[in-house]
């Protein structure tokens, strides 16, 4: 027997009641539809955060502004005197320049933290290492790595002795020796000459001239365990200055050198200075 046709009325009404179950089930898959506006605006997209700043991993709160274009090197005292008998490098603490800078500058290299490399590469820090070869020893890597992220490497003497009233023989071989090496271990030819303690004499002048030293470096300020010491004027960071970042590895309870570096790079930001290469200055 052959089926009867549904009514067209019938028919319609199932059509339209279809569409409407669809409608209702596509719209209850909105999620902001089923949570209501106010819970959505509540749901946080999940993922992995985001990596700090490199400023924030080292403890600053704000990148360091970035060194003025370095002005145009003048020619040293010691190049321009070339061919007299004795031209006495320049021994300076401070650098006269209007550019808002500082100098970062570290001694002997006895704390080998490959960390500190890190935050050197990150933070772009234009430091100075002033080396001592019976310091490094044969385990001048940790060096090598600074070299290769920007940092400078320089005269410390070869075996740190205090130079003052040591004979013209004695102080040249610590000062033209250390040179040598410095060019045999890293191919650089150091210009920069930093006296162990900070004390030297006429003969030690004479002995960095004939070792093409261009300036002896000493450092108006250190920073210590807990604070910054000035050698002389007035307390207080000035553009130019020449700083010196101590590190002591007998205390093993005392701050690092990272942790050093941080306090002097926070004072530094607190005066609106930055660090620049001394190198371009000198």
């Given at each position: 027997?052959r089926?009867?046709?549904?009514?067209?009325?019938?028919?319609?009404?199932?059509?339209?009641?279809?569409?409407l179950?669809?409608?209702g089930c596509?719209?209850?898959?909105?999620?902001?539809?089923r949570?209501?506006?106010?819970?959505?605006q509540?749901?946080?997209?999940t993922g992995?955060?985001a990596?700090?700043q490199?400023y924030?991993?080292?403890?600053?709160t704000?990148?360091?502004?970035?060194a003025?274009?370095?002005?145009?090197?003048?020619?040293?005292r010691?190049?321009?005197?070339a061919?007299?008998a004795?031209?006495?490098p320049?021994?300076v603490?401070?650098v006269?320049?209007?550019?808002?800078?500082?100098f970062?500058t570290?001694?002997?290299g006895a704390?080998?933290?490959?960390?500190?490399v890190?935050m050197?590469r990150?933070?772009r820090?234009?430091?100075?290492?002033f080396?001592?070869?019976?310091?490094?020893?044969?385990?001048?890597?940790?060096?090598?790595?600074?070299?290769?992220?920007g940092?400078?490497?320089?005269n410390?003497t070869?075996?740190?002795?205090a130079l003052r009233?040591l004979?013209?023989?004695g102080?040249r071989?610590?000062?033209c020796?250390?040179?040598?090496?410095l060019?045999?271990?890293?191919g650089v030819?150091?210009?920069?000459?930093?006296?162990?303690y900070?004390?030297?004499?006429?003969?030690?002048?004479?002995?960095?001239?004939?070792?093409q030293?261009?300036?002896?470096?000493l450092?108006?300020a250190?920073?210590?365990e807990?604070?910054?010491?000035?050698?002389?004027?007035?307390?207080?960071?000035?553009?130019g200055?020449?700083?010196?970042v101590?590190?002591?590895?007998?205390?093993?309870?005392?701050?690092?050198?990272?942790?050093?570096t941080?306090?002097?790079?926070?004072d530094?930001e607190?005066?609106?200075?930055?660090?620049?290469?001394?190198?371009?200055?000198?």
């Open positions: 027997m089926p009867r046709p549904w009514p067209r009325r019938t028919a319609a009404a199932l059509l339209a009641a279809v569409l179950l669809l409608a596509a719209s209850s898959v909105d999620p902001i539809e949570l209501g506006r106010k819970a959505a509540r749901v946080r997209p992995p955060a990596p700090p490199p924030r991993r080292w403890g600053l704000a990148p360091l502004p970035a003025p274009r370095p002005p145009s090197r003048p020619v040293s010691a190049a321009a005197a061919g007299r004795f031209a006495p320049p021994v603490d401070h006269d320049t209007p550019d808002r800078v500082v970062l570290y001694d002997d704390e080998r933290d490959p960390r500190f890190d050197v990150e933070l820090l234009p430091v100075s290492m080396l001592t070869d019976s310091v490094i020893g044969p385990e001048y890597g940790h060096f090598a790595r600074l070299l290769s992220v940092a400078a490497l320089e410390h070869l075996e740190h002795p009233g004979p013209y023989a102080q071989a610590e000062i020796g250390q040179r040598d090496k060019h045999a271990r890293f030819r150091p210009r920069l000459f930093r006296p162990p900070g004390v030297y004499d006429t003969t030690t002048l004479r002995a960095a001239a004939d070792c030293v261009s300036a002896v470096v450092w108006r250190s920073m210590t807990t604070r910054l010491r000035f050698t002389r004027g007035r307390p207080a960071l000035r553009p200055d020449i700083l010196l101590t590190s002591d590895d007998d205390d093993l309870d005392g701050p690092t050198l990272r942790e050093r941080t306090r002097l790079l926070r530094i607190a005066e609106g200075l930055t660090v620049g290469r001394l190198q371009d200055y000198l």
